[in-house]
């Protein structure tokens, strides 16, 4: 196997990790806002949609750092309609 491949195989198995995390993270928001804690609800989502950005990125083979936590909001921009 080429050494192109496997690192496809490894950015997406990463971008998975990262998308299965995110989805953990948005079914805590939900809890909490059931829960009526509207602060830990929000954390939540925003971490969740930042993990997203990232796994997405990844999984399209993305190297290396892919959102600086401080800059989530500028690396969204070119996703938003």
Known sequence: MELETIFM???IKEGLRWLDQ???????AGDCL???NYYASAFFTQQSAKKALKGSSKGCGRKGTVLPTWKSSRAARPFMV
Do not use: F, I, V
């Open 9 to 11: 195989m490894n950015n």
């Open 34 to 36: 059931e829960d009526g």
């Open 22 to 28: 995110a989805e953990a993270d948005m079914k805590t």
